[in-house]
């Protein structure tokens, strides 16, 4: 009988556990290379519908520099850099005063909360 009760707590322990597991999330890309929430930095700057389009595509630009920029071994740090002022080079042409002003803090805050230091040393 023990070994009954034994054997039927084994099972719903592990039907529990099966059950318990958290589900698959798609493998999120490294922290460094989202650095830009579209939404929030549209609202942020108060883009135009025209300048959210641009915005988005010097997004997705500079995602794909900073991503070869981390996994690049050799020379990171010049490629992060290179990477970051060219987006900051594209947005200048796209945002009025005002907006690349508001944009410069935000990046420079952003790239600080991050642990990223372009400085050069």
């Known amino acids: 009988m023990k070994r009954i009760g034994m054997m039927a707590m084994l099972a719903i ?9 958290e589900p ?9 290379i989202t650095l830009v929430n579209r939404s929030q930095l549209s609202k942020y700057l108060q883009l135009t519908s025209g300048q959210r389009k641009e915005v988005s595509d010097i997004c997705d630009y500079f995602e794909e520099q900073m991503e070869g920029a981390t996994r690049s071994q050799s020379r990171k740090t ?19 005063e005002k907006q690349y002003k508001s944009y410069l803090r935000l990046m420079q805050t952003t790239l600080n909360n991050k642990g990223i230091d372009l400085a050069q040393r």
């Open 13 to 21: 322990g592990f039907a529990a556990s099966v059950m318990a597991k």
């Open 24 to 32: 698959q999330v798609k493998e999120r890309k490294q922290d460094c």
């Open 78 to 96: 010049e490629r992060m850099r290179k990477a970051v002022y060219g987006n900051l080079k594209l947005m200048k042409r796209t945002l009025d």
